[in-house]
T-cell receptor, first 109, second 116 residues
């Protein structure tokens, strides 16, 4: 069945470091891909999305490119801030949303 | 435009009691989805509803759990005879059209259920 795999956390980075959170998927069709972010004690917020191969989603300095050939949707940010500390979920939508397990990010000053 | 609303935000129940979780979708959204997030785990799909219809309940436990989305009023997720393993965060999401159309789902803040 369809599934999403994310890199294990937690990830701890210093402020202004480069961030990569790997995400790969398996799907029988052509899903849309999303990154959601969950701040402590809150619900999920959409961070960015891509609906077809080679699309690049971007928001708040975060980027991810839909790579069909490698079935990946890695999240990147060039310079993280303390306020980026949260749990990040990669997800695919085909006939339902399937989430990855989440990657916890802590950014220290 | 108000977002997805869930209440209560926190719910404490003793084993054997019933838990009722409510979700009001965004205005204009007729599709509602429920997810459960167990401690230290990701979100798992439970059920997908449209007004007065359950479309997909493949993620719902076979016993004690039920969901509805009546013509009027919020969607309700009901858990009967709760057990400690039901302790989790329950999130509701809504979309204006079916997820088959690859639409983004908008999430509520969640209800955190604690079973004592």
């Amino acid at each position: 069945g369809d599934s999403v795999t994310q890199m294990e956390g937690p990830v701890t980075l210093s402020e202004e470091a480069f961030l990569t959170i790997n995400c790969t998927y398996t799907a029988t069709g052509y899903p849309s891909l999303f990154w959601y972010v969950q701040y402590p004690g809150e619900g999920l917020q959409l961070l960015l999305k891509a609906t077809k191969a080679d699309d690049k989603g971007s928001n708040k300095g975060f980027e991810a490119t839909y790579r069909k050939e490698t079935t990946s949707f890695h999240l990147e940010k060039g310079s993280v801030q303390v306020s980026d500390s949260a749990v990040y979920f990669c997800a695919l939508i085909y006939d339902k949303v399937i989430f990855g397990p989440g990657t916890s990010l802590s950014v220290i000053p | 435009n108000a977002g997805v609303m869930q209440n209560p935000r926190h719910l404490v129940r003793r084993r054997g009691q019933e838990a009722r979780l409510r979700c009001s979708p965004m205005k204009g959204h007729s599709h509602v989805y429920w997810y459960r997030q167990l401690p230290e785990e990701g979100l798992k799909f439970m059920v997908y509803l449209q007004k007065e219809n359950i479309i997909d309940e493949s993620g719902m436990p076979k016993e004690r759990f039920s969901a509805e989305f009546p013509k009027e009023g919020p969607s309700i997720l009901r858990i009967q005879q709760v057990v400690r393993g039901d302790s989790a965060a329950y999130f509701c999401a809504s979309s204006p059209r079916a997820s088959q159309f690859r639409n983004e789902q908008f999430f509520g803040p969640g209800t955190r259920l604690t079973v004592l």
